[in-house]
Nanobody, 125 residues
Framework: QVHLVESGGGLVQAGVSLRLSCAASGRTFSTSSMAWFRQAPGKEREFVAAINWSGGATSYVESVKGRFTISRDNAENTVYLQMNSLKPEDTAVYYC??????????????????WGQGTQVTVSS
């Protein structure tokens, strides 16, 4: 497994940007596809974005396309989520996740075997 620690969440107003970071250790980070999920109160955990081992392939949930960008730095063992034009509906706990597979696959939580503790993002209107 991979040990993951998220950071960068906070309370912001609608329209601004935040960048989340996820620092990884343990299993070789550079061979793992990574993802961000989020969970709002009373809702199921939702896929947000994923990136393959090299950063050459990404996928996004429709609601964040054009606003969020996932990226990774394999030299720093870190994956990022740049969030622009934040909306109140983006409010959630954001989780970083890793899978043993190096390619993009299903966007369901059970494809990923390592999870961070989460970081809260709150967007006020």
């Amino acid at each position: 497994q991979v040990h993951l620690v998220e950071s960068g969440g906070g309370l912001v107003q609608a329209g601004v940007s935040l960048r989340l970071s996820c620092a990884a250790s343990g299993r070789t980070f550079s061979t793992s596809s990574m993802a961000w999920f989020r969970q709002a109160p009373g809702k199921e955990r939702e896929f947000v974005a994923a990136i393959n081992w090299s950063g050459g392939a990404t996928s996004y949930v429709e609601s964040v396309k054009g606003r969020f960008t996932i990226s990774r730095d394999n030299a720093e063992n870190t994956v990022y989520l740049q969030m622009n034009s934040l909306k109140p509906e983006d409010t959630a706990v954001y989780y970083c996740a890793a899978t043993r597979y190096n390619v993009l696959g299903p966007t369901t939580p059970n494809y990923f075997d390592s999870w961070g503790q989460g970081t809260q993002v709150t967007v006020s209107s």
